[in-house]
């Protein structure tokens, strides 16, 4: 079995990151986490890295005058750790096409609706205010539109008259910790790569809402 090399990026309390690294630790991917940067200093999730045994390091982006510049460097830092896979786990950034096109078909962001709905920020509530009976998350390879990639995994959950949006979040989090080092895994141990058709899963093309496409 291949043992890639990931880093991961967050910008919060890493509940993802975590879940990845204890996946990882426990032989259920074909990988380990070399590094866990945040570009934020306060983020809660670079002490659980630390706690894990984790490199841990941190690229404010308030230092940079552009987000040119910060993709530059925040590039060199994650090349520093010479990555075969790089993982968005609650990294609260626009990447610019320059950054992505540079980890094509190497970079994961998991997200919280069932893409292509509700791209971008406040899932869970826009979901309430659109009175969905479902709700879920998205696991999909990244490319240069913001949450537009091609989808690898959903996992659903229902939504009940009461929830409130943190109802929601914890409900979708449950799913989003079972779902993501599972296709963390495939893209480590080669079953899954981007093509130009899209996202395959052991030479299969994959729907447009990926592997759990009815």
């Known amino acids: 079995m291949s043992n890639k090399r990931i880093v991961i990026l967050i910008s ?10 204890a996946a990882s630790q426990a032989g259920k991917i074909a990988g380990h986490v070399v590094a866990v940067i945040s570009n934020k200093v306060d983020a809660a999730g670079l002490a659980k890295a630390q706690a894990a045994g984790i490199d841990t390091a ?3 982006h308030g230092e940079f005058a552009s987000r040119e510049q910060y993709d530059h460097a925040l590039q060199q830092l994650v090349d520093s750790f010479r990555p075969d896979v790089v993982v968005l786990a609650g990294f609260m950034r626009i990447l610019t096409p320059a950054f ?3 980890y094509h078909g190497r ?4 997200h919280p609706s069932l893409l292509p709905k509700y791209k971008g920020v406040d899932t869970h509530n826009r979901a309430l205010a659109a009175g969905d009976t479902e709700h879920g998350v998205s696991v999909h390879f990244v490319t240069e539109e913001l949450d537009g990639g091609p989808v690898i995994l959903q996992a659903k959950v229902p939504v009940f008259a ?3 949006a943190a109802d929601l979040q914890a409900r979708v989090q449950v799913q989003e910790h079972g779902i993501y080092p599972l296709v963390v895994n495939w893209l480590c141990s080669g079953r899954l790569c981007l093509t130009a058709d899209g996202a395959q899963l052991d ?5 447009p809402h990926g592997y759990a496409a009815d």
Request: hydrophobic share 35%.
């Open 58 to 60: 941190v690229l404010a």
């Open 100 to 102: 992505t096109q540079h």
């Open 12 to 21: 919060g309390s890493g509940s993802n990151m975590q879940t990845l690294v």
């Open 107 to 110: 970079m994961l962001n998991i």
């Open 162 to 164: 009461d929830d409130t």
């Open 203 to 207: 030479g299969q093309c994959l729907g």
